[in-house]
């Protein structure tokens, strides 16, 4: 634990988030109130989240929603059952997050029957959870309604815990060797604004194995680095704690997953998000940098390799035309895939020994500026 | 020569006495099903020959032996027909084939065989005789007679008699013996066969005591009878050799011609002769004179003959269509509020009579949808004979080929295993055609097949307007419920989300419901 007078606290950007979540929350149910007030069926407008409205934004480099908007009517009989049961959803959340409780999306669905709101099974609440997204632009993890987790964080950053009974509470990410996991507490935590001498740059990992490798090598300080265990395509949480450590810190990110068009695309999800969260912004870091393993990497360093499935092939030819592969590194890295129809994992590198990656290959690609 | 004949040393009591299976006498158990069945349409007949609203009281009691297995029972049948008189009593119970006739018109038995069968089982089975009360009219006295059956020479004995006056001016018949039976397997057919008769008998009181002292009442729903059918002669079509070799030997006509018009249905002087001209029989041969070969020749001719006239109808006594659906209503529990305010639905129809063979036949359908009905969506298929109702062999019956086979219900919309449906099928005729002697299901003769499927689509199309219309007012009521559960919740949620104290009042929103209908359809703009 860092003495509390040393700190250097951020903006205190997760207190002022959370005001504007409550605040919209009230929005909707102000609007519904009025609306019936008036004697009117209430109504309310949000972005169409069907494919076709679905499209690339340049600027921001993600995908994003078009202009098209759906009308949900509680007039309609088709529409006012969902109606009411975002409106519910929208009180569970209001209440949880009034009350900085978390709960998991299981959760949702087990605490709506008490309302006698019968979701009829999982998919249909998660539906009801990315609608109140939609419609209030804040994703799930700012009602604090959080996915199992299984991602974690390690590196020499001190961190504000805002949950209760631990707000004010400081806790160093290096402090314990296995990485602290990345949950509710985690996510709604400040951050204390690190020495630049000691944290320059934030370094995600796909595996776990190469994770606790890069710790016990001290990746964090021979490199002054924060290290984020992604466990295979980033959760939400993950992908908004990178955001924030690059845009609020100021810290290049770096991301290493196996040297697959899968691989490829976990660190593509950081960098330019998922068409599934279309509705959502400000789950990508669009400076990230995708450090490897590319391509390329397994002929230069004659890397261990698997013959390309059926499956990676058609995977590959499906990211050739998706708009956020559109630079130059992305498609030589598709264009070399298809051509020597091979992959490698992280972990190829132990071929040259186990400390190869630390001492050779990782200081090479910290290198990299953008991709 | 007919094997009655030639068999002569073998009574006609005796023939039936061995050949009892056909009859429906197999075991204890179909052998009381059998006589509680004969023994009440015999009485359902006498009272309707006199045009009386029938009143039967069956009570069964238990004498000996085990409850649950064949046992001496004591049967006693009471009506109020129109009575035996005292001296025909013995041979009308103790003689088998007594009062045999050769004139048609639709009963319920043909030669009133089975309630003999029945009394003689129980001779057979117990050794006792059996009693029997009668009077014929309100002013007669009662006649008591015990009597068994000779069945060696097809008499009947009387073991006593006495006549008693008539304080009550009853009229009536009582009939009361011992018999085997196996009330336990038989109970659940016995219920269900006086459970339908209510249905197709509406204007009778039925009345049960089984065995167990339980009272088993069916209360008329009318006491509208329809008129009695009236007698015909044999249609030229419905003959064969035998029956006209007995008509010949019975008749007095002097020439073939009179033969013809007096014995037969819808033959006049002139088609008598243009007949005989055609047959090429003599006008004037004396019918007494005819050679075998002439008869079968005859016979052969009527039968191809195409220019008779259609088999009369009147001797036939369909149930008609208002009777026919309050046996319906009363015995499925419908009540006219359910009928009119369309939670149930009852309809019935009636062909116009057409012929087979030269026999005439009338059918009439109902059909009805009520909750009462049951069935988890199967269809009920309910089947009568000259208002008998056919309990077995359900899936060779012509009228379950219709329903079953023929017919595309979904065309009435009715929902496969979701729509509650009993379907009525009534034949009436002056002959059934059964399949077997068993008398349990008809054959699927194309003339009555064709009628059933036409009758049954006929009454669909009510059904189809029924079905729509319920259809229609439960998606109605459907809508308006999701409503009612949602739009108090839209307004409890909202107001905890604004944070306001008062909920806002929703009751003129869903007023406006249930009179302008909602907007459907996901809207895009």
């Known amino acids: 634990m860092v003495p509390k007078k040393e700190k250097k606290r951020s903006k205190g950007v997760i207190k002022e988030r959370k005001e504007k979540v409550l605040s919209a929350l009230e929005e909707l149910g102000e609007q519904v109130y009025d609306q019936l007030g008036k004697k009117e069926f209430p109504s309310f407008k949000m972005p169409s989240r069907s494919i076709s409205n679905i499209i690339y934004d340049e600027k921001t480099r993600q995908y994003i929603l078009g202009k098209r908007n759906v009308k949900r009517s509680a007039r309609n009989v088709r529409h006012i059952r969902p109606f009411t049961q975002l409106l519910w959803t929208a009180m569970f959340v209001d209440e949880l997050t009034a009350q900085n409780k978390t709960s998991t999306l299981r959760d949702v669905f087990y605490s709506a029957q008490a309302y006698e709101m019968d ?24 009602f604090d309604v959080f996915p199992e987790e299984r991602s974690a964080i390690f590196g020499d950053l001190t961190i504000e815990y805002t949950v209760p ?24 935590s400040e951050f204390v604004r690190p020495d630049k001498r000691k944290v320059d740059k934030v370094i995600a990992i796909e595996k776990g194995g190469l994770f606790t490798r890069f710790i016990e090598e001290r990746v964090h300080q021979r490199f002054k680095s924060v290290l984020i265990h992604t466990a295979g395509q980033a959760p939400r949480a993950t992908r908004f704690l990178l955001r ?57 360093y004659k890397l261990p390799s698997d013959p390309l499935t059926d499956l990676d092939i058609k995977r590959l030819n499906e990211l050739e035309k998706d708009p956020r592969y559109a630079g130059g590194l992305w498609q030589r890295e598709i264009e070399t895939f298809r051509k020597v129809r091979k992959k490698s994992e992280q972990e190829a590198f132990s071929r040259y020994g186990l400390t190869y990656i630390v001492d050779e290959y990782l200081p090479k690609k910290l290198k990299l500026k953008s991709n | ?88 009593i013995p041979s009308a119970f103790g003689q088998v084939l007594y009062g045999s006739k050769y004139k048609l018109r639709q009963t319920r038995g043909t030669f009133g065989l089975g309630g003999k069968m029945a009394l003689l089982y129980g001779q057979i089975t117990t050794h006792t005789e059996a009693q029997i009360t009668s009077s014929n009219s309100t002013k007669s006295r009662i006649t008591d007679i015990a009597l068994r059956t000779d069945i060696q020479q097809n008499k009947p004995i009387v073991l006593k008699k006495k006549t008693r006056t008539n304080k009550t001016h009853w009229k009536g018949t009582i009939i009361e013996f011992k018999t085997e039976a196996d009330y336990s397997r038989a109970m659940s057919k016995i219920l269900e066969y006086f459970k339908q008769t209510a249905i197709i008998v509406p204007y009778a009181n039925l009345t049960f005591v089984d065995p167990r002292g339980r009272l088993y009442r069916f209360i008329r729903g009318t006491s509208k009878v329809p008129p009695a059918p009236t007698e015909t002669s044999p249609h030229p079509h419905g003959v064969d050799v035998e029956t006209v070799q007995r008509m010949l030997k019975l008749t007095n006509a002097k020439s073939l011609q009179e033969f013809l018009r007096k014995q037969f249905q819808r033959i006049g002087e002139t088609t008598a002769r243009k007949f005989l001209q055609y047959s090429s029989l003599g006008q004037k041969k004396n019918p007494k004179n005819l050679s075998p070969g002439d008869i079968v020749k005859l016979v052969n001719a009527m039968k191809n003959y195409e220019d008779f006239l259609s088999p009369d109808p009147t001797s036939l006594s369909p149930l008609g269509e208002d009777l026919l659906a309050t ?47 049951g069935g988890e969506g199967k269809i009920l298929l309910f089947r009568f004979a000259n208002k008998i109702p056919l309990l077995f062999d359900e899936a060779s019956d012509v009228s379950w080929k219709v329903v079953d086979q023929l017919i595309d219900w979904r065309n009435y919309r009715v929902i496969p295993g979701e729509t509650p449906l009993a379907v009525f099928v009534h034949v009436c005729s002056t002959k059934i055609p059964y399949k077997t002697v068993g008398k349990e299901f008809i054959a699927d003769r194309p003339e009555v097949e064709h009628e059933i499927l036409n009758a049954i689509r006929e009454a669909g199309r009510n059904l189809r307007l029924y079905l729509s219309k319920r259809e229609h007012l439960a998606q109605e009521k459907k809508r308006v419920d999701v409503f009612e559960k949602y739009l108090p919740k ?14 806002p009042d929703i009751k003129p929103l869903l007023k406006g419901l249930i009179k302008y209908g909602a907007e459907e359809g996901e809207e895009e703009e």
């Not at chain 2, 006609?12 to 059998?34: E, K, L, M, V």
């Not at chain 2, 419908?334 to 309809?347: L, P, Y």
């Not at chain 2, 839209?490 to 909920?503: I, M, N």
């Open chain 1, 119 to 142: 979701f009829q099974d999982q998919q249909e609440s998660d539906n009801l959870i990315t609608d109140l997204e939609t419609v209030t632009g804040f994703s799930r993890e700012d």
């Open chain 1, 165 to 188: 009974g631990y707000e004010g509470r400081t806790l160093n990410l290096a402090s314990h060797p296995d990485g602290v996991m990345i949950g509710p507490a985690l996510t709604t």
């Open chain 1, 244 to 300: 924030r450590l690059n845009q609020e810190l100021d810290l290049p990110v770096y991301i290493f997953t196996d040297g697959d068009p899968w691989g490829m695309h976990i660190a593509m999800v950081i960098i330019s998000g998922s068409a599934n969260a279309a509705h959502l912004r400000e789950l990508n870091t669009p400076d990230a940098i995708w450090g490897g393993v590319w391509a390329t990497d397994i002929v230069d």
């Open chain 2, 1 to 88: 020569m007919t094997v009655a004949e030639v068999f002569q040393e073998i009574s006609a009591a005796d023939f039936f006495y061995r050949n009892r299976d056909i009859a429906g006498f197999t075991s204890p158990s179909r052998a009381i099903y059998s006589t509680i069945r004969e023994l009440v349409e015999n009485s359902l007949d006498a009272c309707e020959t006199g045009g009386i609203p029938p009143d039967i009281y069956v009570r069964l009691s238990h004498e000996s032996g085990p409850l649950d297995g064949p046992g001496t029972y004591v049967l006693r049948i009471e009506d109020n027909g129109i009575g035996v008189p005292g001296d025909v």
């Open chain 2, 327 to 373: 046996g319906i209503k009363k015995e499925l529990g419908i009540t006219e509020e359910e009928t009119q305010n369309g939670t149930a639905f009852v309809t019935t129809l009636q062909r116009k009579p057409a012929t087979y063979s030269g026999f005439p036949f009338i059918i009439e359908v109902g059909l009805a949808s009520s909750k009462q009905i």
């Open chain 2, 490 to 503: 839209v307004a409890q949620f909202s107001t905890k989300l604004a944070k306001a104290k008062k909920e």
